[in-house]
């Protein structure tokens, strides 16, 4: 069966330290792998996005990794803040383009 | 620019009854997609609209229905509420197949 799997349990870091969450998907042939942050009562907010033929995207303080041989996608939030604390989902988008599937999120929590 | 805007923010229903959703997406927006929150699920994808087609649908019954305008705007309907239902209700659009745009959802409470 396919799935989209992201660590269901909290991850607590330090300020300042990297933050690295994991997507690993089974039965999919993504075109291209989104990750979105969602904060308490709100609507999700679209962060990165990489394609199949990409290995590595950068914005700011965000990098996303793409290794379609392992099927994962990493996230890592670099010099993380406690503003940075929220819900992170990552999505992706099957190659015939039905629709945009997510994962159950992962709790980040930035400790001052 | 106005971002996605869904009327209305909470609602409550009983069993049996029915309900619809409005959402309005940004403007230029052609493609309007329509997801449910909970916690056990996650967000899982309902229907997607695009100049008034609706173009992909996900695993919902048929109790969910939707509908575009011509001016983008979107409504879903579900009808015969059950207690399951109970959700958060996004609306997100988009300008093409990329990023989705989230307004802040309906939160349905069925009892």
């Known amino acids: 069966s396919q799935k989209i799997e992201q660590n269901s349990e909290a991850l607590n870091i330090q300020e300042g330290k990297t933050a690295t969450l994991t997507c690993n998907y089974t039965n999919y042939s993504p075109a291209y792998l989104q990750w979105y942050r969602q904060d308490p009562g709100r609507g999700p907010v679209f962060l990165l996005l990489i394609r199949e033929n990409e290995k590595e995207k950068r914005k700011e303080r965000l990098k996303v990794t793409f290794d379609t041989t392992l099927k994962q996608s990493l996230f890592h939030i670099t010099a993380s803040q406690p503003a940075d604390s929220a819900t992170y989902l990552c999505a992706l988008m099957n190659t015939g383009f039905q629709k945009l599937v997510f994962g159950t999120g992962t709790r980040l929590l930035v400790s001052p | 620019k106005a971002g996605v805007t869904q009327t209305p923010r909470y609602l409550i229903k009983t069993r049996g009854q029915q309900v619809t959703l409005s959402c309005s997406p940004i403007?230029?927006?052609?493609?309007v997609s329509w997801y449910q929150q909970t916690p056990g699920q996650g967000l899982q994808f309902l229907f997607e609209?695009?100049?008034?087609?609706?173009?992909n649908k996900g695993n919902f019954p048929g109790r969910f229905s939707g509908r575009q305008f011509s001016n983008s705007r979107s409504e879903m309907n579900v009808s015969t509420l059950e207690l399951g239902d109970s959700a958060l209700y996004l609306c997100?659009?988009?300008?093409?197949?990329?990023?989705?745009?989230f307004g802040p959802g309906t939160r349905l409470t069925v009892l």
């Open positions: 997100a659009s988009s300008p093409g197949l990329n990023e989705q745009f």
């Open positions: 609209y695009f100049s008034e087609t609706q173009r």
């Open positions: 403007s230029g927006h052609r493609s």
